[in-house]
Structure formats: C-alpha cells, structure tokens
C-alpha cells in the first residue's frame, strides 16, 4: 500500500490528509505535528486571546481523535520531523515527550510546515516579554497574560492596565491590536510603513488610521522597534524615532518566514524568498516530495511571478491538490491571486488581485477608479458607505486587482471581483454583471456595476480622470498651475473644506455659470464622490472645455492628502 | 438636435434620461409620467408601507427638480402618453391634471411603461378592499390603511387588530406580508403553487413556511382567491378551498404583466408573453422606438430563450444601453440571469441562473447537489447555517444555476456563483476560486467552493449522489426496496429522527461495522447534511459496495419530504 508521510498537521497538511484518505482508503497516511494539536484555527487565535472565541476547543478544529477515528490518520503530535533522506526516502523523527528519535518510511511524503512568525534579530527580541502568535502555545502565553487583568506587569496595582506594543500592523498585528482593545490593554502599535496592512494601498487604508486612534491605540507609523529592554516591572521598547514606549509585554507580528529548513537540508528547491518551489501539482524537484502551504512559493494569479502569499484558503486547496496528484489526478493550482480581508472595530478591509503598489513595482500598465457607493440602497434604513478602488488594464480593461474598505458588504465585493479576475473578465463585464438586488442586500446598480461603469467610461474617454497626487500637486502650487480645480458641490459641501484655491461652482448652475471656467486651461473637477465631478466633466467637454473628472473625489483627495 | 421622448420615468426611463444627457448635452429630453413622481424606489414601497422605511421622501431617487436642475431634463409627471403615432413619430400625451391632450414629436422613443400588477378576473376583485402594490398611489394607499391601528375596519373596537388577505406569494408577496406582520395586522397569504417563492425549488423554500407560521402569518399553499365580497364592515375571501376568510382588506400580489397596450396598439412587435421584442441594444421592430425594463422581453442568459423577468437592476442596464445606442454606441444586453434576492423575517432566499424547475421544463440535462455550510468560520461566534444547492451541467460541468437560504451571506455566495454563470465557468472552476477568509466573513473553504468541491466528485463519480426522491420512494417502500439505507450519523442523532427503515452505523465505526452493510443492493448514507455521508460513500465503494450518497442529507430529505 502506498504510505503518505506529512509533516505539520494543520491548513495544508491535515487538508491533504483528509483528502488522501478520501481517495485511498488503504493508504498508509502519517501525520506528523510538532505542536500539541493538530488541524487548529490559526485564524481564530486572536480572537481567542481576546475573548471573543470563548473556549479553547473552537479552535480545534478537527482533534486528533476525530482524524483518527473518522479519517484513520496515525495522527503524531508533539513529534518533530528533524530531517529529510531522501535517498532512504525516510524523515528522522523525534518524539519532543519521550525524546525518542526514530526514522519514518515514506512512498510519498507531503512538506507542509507553514511560516513561522519572523523575529529580525533586534536586540532583546528573544526576550521573555517578547511575543508573537503564531501557534496554539503562543495563543495560550498571550490569553494567559491578558485575560487576568494588570498581568504580569507589578509596575502598579492590579487594576492598572496592561499596556502593549504591537509591532507589525499587517493583518495579524491588526487582529492582534484589536483584541488587546477589547481585553482593555493600553496598545501601542508601531509599524515601519507609512500605513497600517501595508499591501493594501495607503489611501484606501487612511481612514483606518483614524478608527484606530479613536479606539484609543497609540499608532507610531514610519517607525520600528530597536531595542526591546526587559526590566523586572516591565519592558522597555525603544524605537528608531527615539521613544521609549513601556509596556508590560509586546507582539512582534512583521511577517512570516517559510519554514523551509528541512527542505533546505535536504537539497529541495526554494525560491529565493525562501519559498519551496513547486509546479502545479505542488511537486518539488523531487517527484516523491509535495509542498503545499505558506511554506511554498507560489505564482501571483495575475501576473504569474513567483510570490509568497500565505493564506488558509490556497493551503487548504494545494493539500487536496497534493493528495489529488499523489492518486494520479492531474488537479492543478492555479496560482494565488491574494484575496484578503481582514475586519477591525467594525471595520473591513478587503482585497483581490494586485494593488497599485505591485503594479508600480511590476511596470505593469494600468489605470484606476475610486467609487464610494453605499453597501445597500440608500432610500432603506442602516447603509454605510463603503470605498472600492478598481485597478484595470487600459489596454483591454482586464480587471487587474481591487480593494474595498468598509463597514457592511465589503467581503461581498471584493469576493465578486475576485472571480472577475479569475475568470479574466474586463471592466465592461463588470458594466453588466448582474446581481441581488433587494434593497437591505444592493443597489439596482451594485457598487460592482458602479465601479464597472466609471472604469469603462474612463476607457472609453468619456470620463477622463486626474488622481488625487496630480490635483494636490496642482492646489499646492500657485493658482497658474496647471489645473484650474472647480468644486462642483453645494456651497455648504465647498465651505465646510476644499482643495485649495478650488473655485466652486456647484452643478445645477454649471450650465448657466460656464463663462467661470476658463477655456485654455486644463480643468480639474470634483465633487464629494466623483458622481457629480463626472457630470459636470461631461457637460464641459460637450461644451469645448478640457475637462478631467478627479477619481473618488474630495473624499479620496482627503485620504491621499493625508498621507 | 436629437429629441428623445421616453414613456416612463422610472428605472429603466429615468435611466436612459440619465445617461441620454451624459452622452449628449444638447439633445432634448422629454420623460412622460403617468404617476405623481419620477424615479421612485419601487422596491422599498413594501417597506415604507411597513414603517421601516419612515419618510416617503426617500422613497424619491431623483426628485424632479433634481432631473430637471442637474440633468436637464423635460419631466412632465401626472402626463399620460396615451398614443403612439409611428407614422409621425410622436406620440399623444394627456395632463392628467388639465386634461389637456396633445401631440410630441421624437427622434428617437423609449418605451418604458414598466408592468402593472396582474388582476385575474375574479368577482369583486376591482373593490376599494382590494388593493395592489406597484406605485406611489398605492403604496400611499396601504399605508394609510395600515398606520392607524384598526384601519378602515368597524369590526370591532378600534384596537382590534387589522386583518388582511395577501394573495399570491412572489417575492413581492412576501414582502408585503412581512411588512403587514411588521405593522401588527393579521395575515393571511394565500398561494395557489404548494409553495411560497415559487421560482425557487420547493425544497430550498420549504425552511420558510414554518418560519412564516412561527410569525404568526395564516399560510394557505396550493389554494386560490375565487371571490371577494365587500361589505360595509370588510371583506370576505373566498377560497378555491372552501374556506372564507374575514379581513379588512387584501392585497393582490399575483404578478405583472407587461404594460404594453401603446406598443401592441401601435403594431410594436410582442412576444408570447406580451413582453416587447427588441434587439440586443434594446430596439424595437421599429428602429426609432426602444423599450427597456419590465414591458420588454428578455432573453435568458443560460438558455437563450425568451422570457419575462421583471427587475430592476436589468431595467436599469437596458435604459442605459438604449441610450448609448441611441448616439452610435454598440453597447449590447447580454440578456438576464434571474439574480434575485428577497429577504422574509431575518433570512434571506437569493437564486440566480435556471432553478430546478426550469431545467426539467427545458428538458436540459442536470445534475444538483446540495450544501449545508455556516456563512463563516464555525469556531467564530455567530455562525449561521445556509443552504445551497447548485445546479451543473452533467456533460462538461457548466454551473447553470445556484440557489441558498440563510440568514447571513445568502447574497454573497449567489453573487460569486451569478459571476461564475456569467463567465461560462464550470463546477471545476469553484472549486478553485479564491475568496475572501477571516473567520467572521467566510471559511478557508467558502461555501462556494464547498459546492464546486461536491458537484466536481459527483462528476468524477468519486460521490455518486442519490436524491432525496429516490430514497423517499425506497423508505415507503418495503426493507426490500431499491435502496439499503445507511444512517452514518451518532446514535443520539439518529433517534431524534431517521429515513423509515434506515440502519445506523456511525461513520465512526463503519470500518469495522462493515458486515452489517449488504454487498448485494444498493446503499444510499446519508448523515446530517451530506459530507459525514460522503466519507462513508468513500470507504464503502473501495471497498466493493455500491454505495451512494444522499446529498445534503437529512437535512435536504426532510424538508423534500415535507412537501
Ligand atoms: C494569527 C493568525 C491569523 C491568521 N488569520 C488568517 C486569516 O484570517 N485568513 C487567512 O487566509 N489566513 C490567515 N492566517 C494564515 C493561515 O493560518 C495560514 O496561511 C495557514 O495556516 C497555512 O497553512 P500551512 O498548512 O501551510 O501551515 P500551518 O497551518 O501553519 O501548519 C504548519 C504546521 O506544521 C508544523 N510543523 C512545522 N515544522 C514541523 C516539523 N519539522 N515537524 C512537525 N511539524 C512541523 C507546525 O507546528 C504547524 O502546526 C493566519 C495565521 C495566523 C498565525
Ligand atoms: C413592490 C415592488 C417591489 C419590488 N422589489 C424589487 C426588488 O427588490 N428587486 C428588484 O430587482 N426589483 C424589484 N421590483 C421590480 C422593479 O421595481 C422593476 O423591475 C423595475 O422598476 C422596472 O423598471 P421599469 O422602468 O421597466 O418600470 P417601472 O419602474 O415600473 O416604471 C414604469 C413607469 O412608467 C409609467 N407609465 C406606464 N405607462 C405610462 C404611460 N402610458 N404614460 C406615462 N407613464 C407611463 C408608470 O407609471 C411607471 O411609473 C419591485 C417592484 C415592486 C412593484
Ligand atoms: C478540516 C481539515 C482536517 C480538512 O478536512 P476535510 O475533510 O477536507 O474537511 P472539509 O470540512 O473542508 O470538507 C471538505 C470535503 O467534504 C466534502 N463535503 C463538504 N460538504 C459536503 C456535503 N454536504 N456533501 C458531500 N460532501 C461534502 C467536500 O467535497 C470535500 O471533499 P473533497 O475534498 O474530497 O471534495 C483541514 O482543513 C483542517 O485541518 N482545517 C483546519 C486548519 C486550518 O485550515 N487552518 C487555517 C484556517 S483557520
Ligand atoms: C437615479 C436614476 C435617475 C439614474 O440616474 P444615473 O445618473 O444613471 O444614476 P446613478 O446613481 O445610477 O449613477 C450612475 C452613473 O454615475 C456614474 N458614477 C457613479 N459613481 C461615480 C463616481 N464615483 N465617479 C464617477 N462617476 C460615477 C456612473 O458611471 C454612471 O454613469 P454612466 O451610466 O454614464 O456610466 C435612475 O436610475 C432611477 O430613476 N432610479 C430609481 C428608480 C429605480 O431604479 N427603481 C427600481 C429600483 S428601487
């Protein structure tokens, strides 16, 4: 009988697993897990260290027992593969209870140890203060620490806060941060950027910015942690701009590494970000040994560069794919395309597909939108605003990548957009998709459709765009530059805050007024959203003005600006 | 200049208006309407007549001095076209208010009349008690009848609870009744099909009729309204039945029917269904004339066959491609999908593509299955269960429709899979697409891919599925009927409720319980929802028995069986 051995029992690892066993009943399938569980919630760990996942067996997702019973796994916890022979085609394994070393034949062995939480070698980091979360141990120090109030700290009584420094404001930092808010611990969160959840582009993000001061997090951005100092009462976390920031402990959430020693060892190929690198049967250079999981390089969907994008759902199907191939299917992957969301205080945050920053790097042509529909209709009680920018290819509107930030439906379009690109869809499909549509649940025009129809309009030349840099760029220099900015709002909209030096002209008098605007100049328009600047755009190119409508508007001008 | 005349002013005239004036600043626009308003919100009438929505104004999208001041606009409401005159090129129009009749040439017409509420002629139906839903007048009408407590009833004290009758149980149906249960009167619904919803499959809908109960609404399925007789005190229903029902007023929600009467009359081609015949850019038999929205015909997007189906996002589309023709634009319709969505006492039915029903009509070849999934991460506090059944094609896995109940996400997942028809995208194709994962928004394996994960084994024979029909037919059969049926759940679920005449062998200890199974007949597992069944699929056909799996379980049986 063919023996399958895995190494890490969790996203990729248990997935393959199960699914091996789905398509061979006989085969021998060893399961090998360093950890005390396998198959665990990794996503769900902060929301267990700040209490709102309740008890610790949620985030077993599928115990030891049940893999054994129902899957017939020889499940091994608490047993860490130490090395790869892949002349012998064994693992050399040692049982971190007993401290029994012993080596384990395999037919097929599957490579899924994850990433593990990167700790830059800054002084102190090793620190016992010092944390990060990565597994269900990490989640049990942290929960420990947090839910007794006042903590490890003894700087003051027992109902002094605990205070905290996040440090990394990636979606896990963010998650992280979050849930110390809600435990009530005073959190200081440092990120290098300019921003926080740095893959998402900074404008979409600012508004976040703000939320979280509001929940009271200290936000330290274009920083970093230098020196982490630990005293009896505390730590001392000193940072490149000079601050000391005390705490009682902190979470160093910068990202993950592949873990890719064994491959390394063994001679298996790893990309050059440390990824080990695989063809779409998520085989490496060794046909005998799969990688699947973040511990894999993977090819961007979109641009088909090799990439680390390291995500539960692409782990859970390389397993499948991995066990698919082991059983002679020919299953594929597809490549990740980097749909993410991530939610805080109410907020979410959601991508799919590249951001403008990748294209910058890349030099990928391409253009964008901004719209800012509401989540539902909004003639019906509860809708909230939400932003979604689009990113599109000028030459045939392939739909390139898109981010949405907000408080409702946020998931809902991105996840729409996300098989847009799947499917290579363009913008003009995007003008006709055709979606729910109740009132509590969409608009008869979706924000999908909305932002489809601005995207082509723009393609087509009836919406020419300028972008919030070029229009800011233009307020900051003397009235002579080189656009002349019409605010086309109310005048309540325009005196409440406009670009500077903006004339207002607001739209229903645009036809009667048009002799304000000058003809020998490029006109910049603009209103709250974009809606009315497009409008008046194409009223004054009808009438022989050069006219460019500013994309998303005052509202995207503002998250641009304050930057 | 080019003079557009267009016949309705509301979702797909208001539309085309709109975008009419984007593309041509100069053309002269003139929208005729009927009603007292221009671009109201259809869909939110149910509501404001239940109070969720509280102010009639913001039922008013576009008010007219809006049309009129920002896009320029000739509205004239209270202004009936009662004639179109081809030969001419205008049409005759009336003011309603002065009774004045005259004659107004176009260039180019849109006719977009909408459809009105279907009333059969059954005795008494055009009574005062009798009401229907479409407009603003009607809509005023309900809601002065059911604001103040007692409404126009002397039956009783004036706190004695208002009763109505709601005939017909479509989605507009529905609404009414829950915004009529929202107001506090008595309802009864009334449906002639054994279900309410009828172009969702029974089986997803049927989770609702005991909802409905449980809201206290008087449920009368496969019954009709024969006569209304009106006294001075209310109103007697009488009911194909038998039964006569005593309320205060009823509201008649039976469908729409295509306000075609100028078309018809003016030699405008129709279809079978009465709907207007047009080419892909919305153009009539007569090339000066358009139609868009409710009184067109429209052509299925999955089948391509003609059909009426009247919503308001397609309304909206085809007003403005008609427009983009109208100035040389070659934007085409790519027909309708039937993406549609209604929400009924906190959960949501959502379809899109063909249903069950159409299928078996068109004689289509299909396959279904069925999922159970919770709208996200189960170790996540609040998940909720939904049900989703996607309906493929068996030869090359082509999705063909998608239907789910819930009470979160239900919108979400149809979107994704009203994506996936729209691309020509396969079974094969869910089961790869990359969505978005926290654990409050979805699973690392979204529902989605849960459903293209089944429907691809089923194709792949790896999970031959039996339907709930089948074995119902082999559970009121004898033990000896076409099917052995396996119950793979625990015992405890298995005595609160099994199949008539099913053995329980947990999945559990099925490898060493497999004596009990017989190799000579068929065997249909089946668990709670279909997946503990499909393991048990798995195992039994490697191991030589013919062995099927009941898909989505027990949970899909029952409500099949209900029926
Ligand atoms: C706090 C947190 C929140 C997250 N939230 C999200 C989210 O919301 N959405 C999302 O898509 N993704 C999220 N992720 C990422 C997601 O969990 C990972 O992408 C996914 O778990 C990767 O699966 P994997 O199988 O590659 O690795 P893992 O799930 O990490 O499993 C690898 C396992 O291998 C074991 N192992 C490693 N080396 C050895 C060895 N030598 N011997 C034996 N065992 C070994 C490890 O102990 C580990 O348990 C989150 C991750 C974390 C840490
Ligand atoms: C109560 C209700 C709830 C709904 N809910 C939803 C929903 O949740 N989702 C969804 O997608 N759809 C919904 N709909 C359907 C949606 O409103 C229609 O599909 C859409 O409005 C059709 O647009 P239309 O322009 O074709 O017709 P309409 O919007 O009906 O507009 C037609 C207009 O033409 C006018 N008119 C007709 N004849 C003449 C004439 N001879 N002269 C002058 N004027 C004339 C009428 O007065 C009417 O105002 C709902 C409809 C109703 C009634
Ligand atoms: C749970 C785990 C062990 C995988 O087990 P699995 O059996 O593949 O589990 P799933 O619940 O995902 O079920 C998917 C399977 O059930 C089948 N299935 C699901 N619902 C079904 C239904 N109603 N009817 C029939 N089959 C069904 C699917 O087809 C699929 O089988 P296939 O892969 O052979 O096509 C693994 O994913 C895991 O350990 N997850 C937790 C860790 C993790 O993912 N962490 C990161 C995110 S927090
Ligand atoms: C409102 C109504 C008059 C249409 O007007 P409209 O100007 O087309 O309005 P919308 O709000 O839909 O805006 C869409 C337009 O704005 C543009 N737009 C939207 N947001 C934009 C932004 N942020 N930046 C630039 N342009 C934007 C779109 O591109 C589109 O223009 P296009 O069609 O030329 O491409 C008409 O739809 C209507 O009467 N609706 C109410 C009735 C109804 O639909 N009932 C049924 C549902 S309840």
Known sequence: VMKIVIIGAVAGGASAAARARR?????????????????????????????????????????????????????????????????????????????????????????????????????????????????????????????????????????TPQRVVVVGAGFIGIEVVENMVRRGVETTLVELSDQVLPPWDQEMIEPLHGLLRDEGVRLRLADSAERFEESESGLSVHLKSGEVVDADFAVVCIGVRPENVLALEAGIACGDRGGVITNPHMQTNDPDIYAVGDVTEVRCAVTGEATQIPLAGPANRQGRIAADHIFGRDSEYRGTQGTAIVGVFGRAAAMTGLSEKVLQRTGLPFEKVYVHPADHAGYYPGATPMSLKLLFSPEDGKVLGAQAVGINGVDKRIDVIAMAIQAGMTVYDLEEVELCYAPQFGSAKDPVNMAGFVAAGVLRGDQPVVHAKEVHESAMGDSSGPYFLLDVRTPSEFSAGHVDGAVNVPLEQLRERLEEVPRDRDVAVYCKVGQRGYMAT??????????KNLSGGFTTYQNVDAS
Chains 1, 2 share one sequence.
Request: charged letters at 30%; one cysteine or more; aromatic letters at 6%.
């Open 538 to 547: 194409r009223l004054l190119m009808q009438k022989g003005f050069r006219a």
């Open 23 to 159: 398509l061979s009943e006989d085969a021998e399938i060893v399961l090998f897990e360093r950890g005390p569980e396998p198959s665990f919630a990794n996503c769900g760990l902060p929301y267990y260290v700040g209490g709102k996942i309740e008890s610790r067996d949620k985030l077993l997702v599928a115990p030891t027992e049940r893999l054994r019973q129902r899957y017939r796994l020889d499940v091994r916890t608490l047993t860490e593969v130490t090395q790869i022979n892949r002349q012998q085609k064994t693992v050399t394994v040692r049982d971190l209870q007993s401290g029994d070393t012993y080596d384990e034949a395999y037919d097929k062995l599957i490579y899924a140890t994850g990433a593990s939480a990167f700790k830059p070698p800054i002084p102190g980091i090793d620190g016992e203060r010092v944390l990060s979360l990565r597994d269900l141990p990490d989640a049990d120090r942290l929960h420990a620490l947090v839910r007794s109030k006042g903590g490890p700290s003894t700087a003051g009584s027992p109902d």
